[in-house]
């Protein structure tokens, strides 16, 4: 369907056109036309989520080397390595609007780039492995699989395969939390704790209360949002609870209860003081995140340099090849 209504760029029907794939519910792609705001909301967003994925590295990186068996390391590797993956995939998907890789890398290293807040958190036990995974990863499935349906293809496209890595995210903080929950009082203390401090942090993920997202009512006009972001945050709220009671951990929210008149959980106030504050720079390990991500691109400039400069003499050999 997006074939055949393909416009030519810059022109009046392509503006037409625009509108008419988003009122059909269809995808745009790279080479249709689109309003320039429209491009530069894609770009915000997945240039900040490509940068969560890659800052959200660091949290479990920092538990590799100290995972308690070689299962449980290997586990996490892998999941590290498949955040690296997301961040890859949803750069490529931003550079088809137009962006290159190095600016969006600069804007990160540079502090002029947002990733999510809950990756200013620090991890200082075991059991955080199991809470980001249960709640982090589970926030992100719940924010992320209406992203599949998003109108901009690349971006649809690449959040399927996300989203398929991130239940697997999801089951195994889960399972290492349950296996804690089942293991000597202290474990269960360390599970408990690490869920007490995980679960405020990861409703934030979810973003401003609706009344205060300034972005939310044009990005769900474009398809782009599916859900608001109370909707969803309500959403997995209704999925922790039942999940919770599986674990046997309580979730640190003394007014949570079901209300049989809305057929859905009332919660306690969020702090978004402390949400506002890890946005402007000051949360716990902000500092930290961006020194690590500004230091390993200076570490790797020679591995970009000699893949350019190998880059750079094949395409001058294969162009001997085709004048000769
Ligand atoms: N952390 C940091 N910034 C946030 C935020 C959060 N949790 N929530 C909102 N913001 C920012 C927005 O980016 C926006 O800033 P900007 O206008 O300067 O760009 C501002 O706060 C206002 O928020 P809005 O609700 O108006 O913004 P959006 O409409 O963009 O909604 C969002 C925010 C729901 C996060 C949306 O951008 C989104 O769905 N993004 C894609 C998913 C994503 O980026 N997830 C990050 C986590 S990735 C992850 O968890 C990896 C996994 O492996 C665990």
Redesign the pocket.
């Known amino acids: 369907m997006t074939t055949a209504l393909t416009a030519d760029a810059g022109t009046l029907d392509g503006e037409a056109m625009f509108d008419a794939l988003i009122e059909a519910d269809g995808r745009i792609e790279p080479r249709d036309w689109m309003p320039e705001a429209y491009r530069r ?1 894609l770009i ?3 240039s ?2 490509a940068h ?2 890659i800052i ?1 590295m660091q949290p479990e990186g920092a538990w590799i080397t100290r995972a308690p068996s070689l299962k449980r390391k290997s586990i996490l590797l892998a999941k590290v390595q ?2 690296a993956g ?1 961040g890859l995939y949803l750069y490529s998907a931003a550079q088809t609007l137009g962006i290159t890789r190095d600016e969006m890398t600069q804007q990160l290293v540079d502090g002029k780039a ?6 200013n958190y620090p991890t200082p036990t075991w059991a955080d492995m199991g809470a ?1 995974g249960w709640l ?2 589970g ?2 499935i719940c ?2 699989v209406p ?1 599949c349906r998003a109108s901009y293809g690349p971006y649809g496209r690449a959040m399927v395969r ?1 989203c398929k890595e ?1 239940s697997f ?1 999801q089951r195994q903080g889960f399972e290492i939390l349950l296996t804690l929950m089942q293991g000597t009082e202290e474990q269960r203390e360390m599970a408990q704790d690490a869920v007490n401090r995980w679960y405020w942090p990861s409703l ?5 209360p609706d009344d ?5 009512a044009q ?1 769900m006009a474009w398809n ?2 599916r859900f608001s ?1 109370d909707d ?1 945050r309500q959403r997995f709220v209704s999925m922790l609870v039942p999940q919770a009671a599986v674990l046997g951990v309580t979730l640190p929210d003394p007014d949570l209860r079901f209300n049989d008149e809305t057929g859905q959980y009332d919660m306690g106030e969020i702090d978004w003081t402390e ?1 506002h504050e ?2 402007a720079g000051r949360g716990p390990l902000n500092t930290l995140r961006r020194q690590h991500r500004r230091e390993a691109h200076e570490e790797g400039a020679w591995v970009r340099e000699a893949a350019a400069a190998y880059a750079a003499k094949k395409n001058a050999a294969r162009t001997q090849t085709a004048a000769a």
Do not use: C, W
Not at 114 to 119: A, L
Not at 204 to 208: Q, S, T
Not at 212 to 216: F, G, L
């Open positions: 909301t915000r967003q997945i900040q989520h969560s994925e959200g498949d955040e997301h947002r990733y999510s807040s809950i990756f980001i982090v990863d926030a992100a924010n992320q992203l996300i991130e995210h934030m993920m979810f973003g401003p205060d997202s300034p972005n939310s990005s782009i949002k972001n969803l949400f890890v946005l």
